[in-house]
Every structure is written in C-alpha cells, then in structure tokens.
C-alpha cells in the first residue's frame, strides 16, 4: 500500500494538477504534500537504525482505525455538497464500469502474465488480486478537494 500511496501522491497528483496548473506549480504542490515529507524522514530514520519509543509506537496502534474516521469524515464532507442536479448518470456508469468491470479484469491478466514470466508466491498472486477488488480509498477525494477538481467525483 505505501507504493499506491507514493504513486498516487506524486505521479498521480502531477497528472490531475496538471489539468489547471503548469509544469512549474504542479510540482510546487508536490513539494508541499506531507506525505513526500514523512516518507523521507521514514527513510531516513530507518537507514539510521532508529527506534522508536514505546510511548510513540503505542500510540501509532490507534492510526488505523483514526485514518478510517477521517477518510469517512473526508467522504460524508464531500457527498454533503453533492445535489441531485449534479448527477451525471454518464460519468457514473463509466466509473462504476471501469472500476468494478474493468480493473479487476486487468488486475487477473496482470497476475496471470506475471506468472507466467516469473511464478509470483500465492500471497502475492492475492494481494494483487485484492487491490484490484478493494473500493478506491477516500485519497482521491483528498487530491481532488487539494486541487479543486470537483471532489463530488472523486468517489
């Protein structure tokens, strides 16, 4: 997961910011993301053997299910503003399409290319299975909120 995320935040942000901003003040909103930041002093630390202390590990043990309450606040946000008038049953269709119909199939040919090049573990095999299956995390709402980029499709 932390590769998606890298991924998505930095790749996938520059795609969807370049739709309004230049070369120049889409990697300025890159370099601001504190995502890039905590996955370099993550690096860094680990690099540098540095442990943690129980007191701060301890209280990393709520993160999961903090983040689940946020994205959930992120997502009830966002379908606030929604209205009926902003319905477009043509996007929707195409998204829930692609989304349940056409990545998965993708995700199974790619798992079944991948072992026919190179046997992948089992464990592998499903957990790329599973990220093509899973719904799409609430960070694409963050990313279109981020930008302005008309969050209420970005579910």
Request: with cysteine; proline share 5%.
């Amino acid at each position: 997961m932390l590769g998606i995320n890298i991924y998505e935040f930095t790749v996938g942000f520059y795609l969807s910011a370049r739709g309004r901003f230049s070369v120049r003040e889409s990697l300025i909103k890159i370099s601001r993301l504190p995502l890039i930041y905590a996955f370099l002093l993550a690096l860094l630390l680990s690099t540098l053997e540095v442990t943690m202390p129980a007191a701060v590990m301890n209280s990393l043990a709520v993160f999961p299910a903090t983040y689940t309450l946020l994205g959930m606040m992120i997502i009830g946000m966002t379908l606030s503003q929604v209205t009926l008038s902003a319905w477009d049953t043509r996007f929707v269709v195409t998204c829930l399409g692609l989304r349940y119909l056409m990545w998965p199939l993708v995700m199974l040919a790619a798992v079944l290319l991948l072992q026919w090049v190179a046997p992948l573990s089992t464990e592998l095999a499903l957990a790329l299975l599973l990220l093509g299956v899973v719904p799409m995390a609430s960070n694409v709402v963050v990313v279109a909120m981020e930008l302005g980029i008309q969050p209420q499709k970005g579910h």
